[in-house]
């Protein structure tokens, strides 16, 4: 009589691969690939309105929150210094909302010193976002600056004043009806 034994399954790439992505659906992002693209890209099931509404929640401005909230991991920065860590995500790879906003590019400065605040500054593509959609969140909006007629990419920039800092909305000279840029400041304490 001959007994078979079962071979123990190979558990390859494609297995990791499967336990990846299954992990990362449990946690509410889509990791994809873009067509013709090597850059992988990430899907949060949020809008801009509550991405901007949690990381006001979430005071002060720090890595490890951004991180969690955006599913994106944030690198130490070369323009560092003795004063403030700069943290991006410069991999290149959009972090695309549920409302069809992409944040390409995350950038936050944190203190090296104790009480000095936090800036974090989302750049944007994507759907268009109107001045009017920001006016409809944020109504006490004021202009804070204007292109100087050096770059397309210079912004028209308006200020609003939340409980827990400042917001504010930049709009570029190359599509200057469509946000471009959100910029979130602590309260100075």
Same mark, same amino acid.
């Given at each position: 009589?001959?007994?078979?034994?079962?071979?123990?399954?190979?558990?390859?790439?494609?297995?990791?691969?499967?336990?990846?992505?299954?992990?990362?659906?449990?946690?509410?992002? @889509?990791?994809?690939?873009?067509?013709?693209?090597?850059?992988?890209?990430?899907?949060?099931?949020?809008? %801009?309105?509550?991405?901007?509404?949690?990381?006001?929640?979430?005071?002060?401005?720090r890595r490890?929150?951004?991180?969690?909230?955006?599913?994106?991991?944030?690198?130490?920065?070369?323009? $560092?210094?003795?004063?403030?860590?700069?943290?991006?995500?410069?991999?290149?790879?959009?972090?695309?909302?549920?409302?069809?906003?992409?944040?390409?590019?995350?950038?936050?400065?944190?203190?090296?010193?104790g009480g000095?605040?936090?800036? =974090?500054?989302?750049? %944007? $593509?994507?759907?268009?976002?109107?001045?009017?959609?920001?006016k409809a969140?944020? *109504?006490?909006?004021?202009? *804070?600056?204007?292109? @100087?007629?050096?770059?397309?990419?210079?912004?028209?920039?308006?200020? $609003?004043?939340?409980?827990?800092?400042?917001?504010?909305?930049?709009?570029?000279?190359?599509?200057?009806?469509? =946000?471009?840029?959100?910029?979130?400041?602590?309260? *100075?304490?």
């Open positions: 009589m001959t007994v078979l034994t079962p071979r123990p399954i190979k558990r390859g790439r494609g297995a990791a691969i499967a336990a990846s992505l299954l992990l990362a659906l449990s946690l509410g992002m @889509t990791p994809a690939c873009s067509q013709g693209s090597k850059k992988m890209h990430t899907t949060v099931q949020l809008s %801009l309105w509550q991405v901007i509404d949690q990381i006001g929640a979430h005071q002060p401005i490890e929150p951004v991180e969690h909230l955006l599913h994106a991991k944030l690198a130490r920065s070369e323009s $560092s210094n003795e004063y403030f860590t700069f943290w991006s995500n410069d991999d290149g790879a959009p972090i695309k909302l549920d409302d069809g906003t992409q944040i390409e590019r995350v950038v936050l400065r944190t203190s090296n010193e000095a605040q936090g800036a =974090l500054t989302l750049t %944007l $593509s994507g759907r268009c976002v109107g001045r009017d959609d920001v969140h944020f *109504a006490g909006m004021r202009i *804070a600056g204007t292109p @100087t007629g050096r770059s397309p990419n210079e912004e028209t920039t308006f200020r $609003s004043e939340t409980p827990w800092g400042e917001l504010v909305f930049g709009f570029a000279e190359r599509n200057p009806d469509c =946000l471009s840029s959100v910029g979130f400041g602590e309260k *100075a304490k």
